[in-house]
């Protein structure tokens, strides 16, 4: 366990990739996904870089286990008194506590490991204050110091690992993520429960030093529940890992504000301490888990960049779903604008009233509001294909669209149509200002013509397809040839401009939460690439 600065760097590096990964999309694989990059942040940030860094650090045993498992009574027995709020009916230990001894203080007060968490310094227990009852509060470390353990080891009682708050569950995996020495705590009437076997697989698969203890083992039955906990390991391939067995006494019930008899504890202390003090046996204990958690990257690591590259695919396929949907929907709008759709309806029998019973201006607002009613129908089936698409992609689940629904998104296609009337209106003032039209020599030119009647007339020659063709002879006659051509040619880059601009910008609006999720391919290689590194250095 010599300093190695590259290998520092390296893990260093790597713990910056894996803090990078985000994991929004709700993919089967994620929940895991989400576990696998919290432990390896906690084992990089709390245990691995600490360690290398401080090879000489004192040993941190953490004590977990399920609710009423007695790790506190535990604790406080291994110390000698109490430092840790005990108790067989207490449903959560909120504030984990870390007891070393005094001399080693200085190594767990700054923020060496576990740096998330605040350290605080409570009096020792007393009539007036009793140490063992106070709660630091949320995200808080106490640390106490005690002669009785030996110099070079800490014990760290850890919350409950299957605790009613999820809080206290996710610290009391972190904290174990934390730990030279794994001190797995179960009773004679839980210790086939799955939430204990599930650390105890853990453990194993980083193969970190572990010790196991049997509590509260009543003395009638201790033997035969000895050999079967003893078999239960050695089927889960853990049959070499120190095992400890504590009789059920009269102080590991009750109100659990006693301490357990030194013969109860004896052997477990004497078993931590020579880890301590030993140097063969401190170098194996801290090599082993070291060594473990760092072999365990390379499984994991490429587990988490399999799920990035999952959240990277998802992503594809929901935007892609949405540009494939807006893509068809403008094709299809270019090709009813070909045939003249917009003039249907209202604007159909304005067209057919015009100029004897409908004005320019009544006729530009049925073209209008037609055109406007064309483009909200393809936002409608884009958004319903979108839709069809996302019922069957579990990832969709992240997506919400914008609030308001069919009635924001009318009112968003109207202001843009409108403005594109306005711009045509423009357009047709601009070409009539530019109109003249001499009528002999030396004679005053003729009345220009009307400029909303060339609008409407330039609107129905763009929109209404072969049954407007006379919209585009009157506007031959009122400008000239050249000019209704030129006045066509802006005309019509002017609607598809705006049809473009309209299904754009829902087409933006519907992959906006998408993308603000931040979901890039890039995360994934630089995981793999900082592992390659990685691997080189061990």
Not at 390 to 419: N, S
Request: charged share 25%; proline share 6%; glycine share 8%.
């Amino acid at each position: 366990m010599d300093e190695r600065p590259q290998l520092i760097d390296a893990l260093s590096a790597l713990r910056d990739r894996v803090a990078a990964v985000r994991l929004p999309l709700p993919l089967p694989d994620v929940p895991r996904a989400r576990q696998t990059r919290a432990e390896l942040l906690a084992q990089l940030d709390d245990y691995l870089v600490p360690r290398l860094k401080d090879p000489d650090a004192p040993l941190l045993a953490v004590v977990g286990g399920s609710t009423g498992a007695g790790k506190s009574t535990l604790v406080n027995s291994l110390v000698g008194r109490r430092v840790s709020e005990a108790g067989v009916l207490r449903p959560t230990t909120r504030t984990p506590v870390l007891v070393c001894h005094p001399e080693d203080h200085h190594w767990f007060a700054g923020l060496r490991v576990l740096p998330q968490l605040t350290r605080v310094w409570l009096p020792q227990a007393d009539e007036e204050h009793p140490a063992a009852g106070a709660e630091a509060g949320d995200n808080a470390l106490r640390v106490e110091t005690a002669a009785t353990l030996p110099r070079g080891l800490a014990l760290l009682d850890a919350p409950d690992i299957d605790s009613l708050v999820v809080e206290n569950r996710l610290l009391a995996a972190e904290l174990m993520c934390a730990a030279d020495i794994w001190v797995m705590v179960t009773t004679a009437s839980r210790y086939a429960d799955a939430v204990p076997w599930h650390l105890l697989r853990t453990a194993k698969e980083y193969d970190a030093t572990l010790v196991t203890v049997l509590d509260r083992v009543p003395h009638q039955v201790v033997g035969e529940v000895s050999r079967q906990y003893e078999a239960l390991l050695a089927k889960a391939g853990l049959g070499d890992v120190p095992r400890f067995t504590i009789p059920e006494l009269p102080e590991s019930t009750g109100d659990g504000c006693g301490l357990l008899p030194e013969s109860a504890v004896a052997a477990l202390r004497a078993w931590l301490a020579h880890r301590a003090e030993d140097p063969a046996a401190r170098q194996q204990a801290v090599s082993r888990t070291a060594t473990g958690v760092i072999d365990s990257l390379d499984t994991r690591l490429p587990e988490l960049a399999g799920a990035v590259a999952a959240q990277y695919a998802a992503a594809v396929r929901l935007g892609g779903a949405v540009e494939n949907a807006y893509r068809g929907q403008g094709a299809r709008v270019r090709k009813e604008l070909g045939k003249g759709a917009v003039l249907a309806g209202d604007a159909r029998a304005r067209w057919r009233a015009y100029p004897r019973d409908s004005t320019a201006e009544e006729l530009l607002d049925a073209l209008t509001e037609s055109l406007a009613a064309l483009l909200h129908c393809a936002v409608s089936a884009a958004e319903e294909t979108i839709r069809e698409v996302h019922r069957r992609e579990p990832a969709a689940g992240a997506l919400r669209t914008a609030p308001g629904g069919d009635r924001a998104v009318a009112e968003r296609i109207g202001l843009e149509v409108r403005r594109w009337r306005r711009v045509l209106e423009e357009l047709a003032e601009e070409e009539v200002r530019g109109v003249e039209k001499p009528s002999g020599r030396g004679a005053a030119r003729v009345a220009l013509p009307d400029a909303e009647t060339v609008a409407a007339l330039l609107a129905a020659s763009l929109l209404g397809g072969r049954r407007a063709r006379p919209a585009g002879e009157r506007l031959a006659e009122l400008l000239g040839a050249q000019a209704a051509l030129r006045l066509r040619d802006k005309g019509g880059d002017l609607v598809l401009t705006h049809v473009d601009r309209v299904l754009h910008a829902e087409r933006d609006r519907r992959l906006a939460p998408l993308d603000a999720l931040g979901v890039t391919p890039e995360p994934q290689a630089e995981l793999i690439a900082a592992l390659s590194v990685l691997q080189k250095e061990k």
